[in-house]
């Protein structure tokens, strides 16, 4: 343990570190660095195609949002059946009967 504490003439010593500047070679018109032209050789924006693109994916998350509350409800249904049964009560079941009313 006597290792780790250092010697009187090492204690508190202060190292001296230089700063180094990166060198960045001067690009176009004195930039400091080159531009990103050359990264973007690809096929022109095909604005049309991105737009339907967009359309078909704002319509997907809307049938997802659609679905997923359909099976919320579902699932909200079957357990209020569910505690009714459960809970011992008869004809827990929604069943659509005829109006009494003879005109309609």
Avoid at 19 to 46: L, S, T
Avoid at 71 to 85: F, G, H, K
Wanted: glycine share 8%; hydrophobic share 35%.
């Amino acid at each position: 343990m006597s290792s780790n504490v250092p010697r009187g003439d090492e204690r508190g010593r202060v190292l001296p570190f230089r700063r180094v500047q990166p060198r960045v070679p001067p690009g176009p018109e004195g930039a400091p660095i080159e531009g990103v032209e050359k990264y973007a050789q690809g096929e022109p924006d095909d604005y049309r195609q991105r737009m339907i693109n967009n359309g078909l994916a704002l319509l997907a998350c809307i049938l997802l949002v659609v679905a997923g509350i359909w099976i919320a409800n579902t699932m909200a249904q079957m357990r209020r059946n569910q505690d009714c049964v459960l809970s011992g009560r008869r004809n827990c079941a929604v069943i659509p009967a005829p109006s009494a009313d003879p005109t309609k």
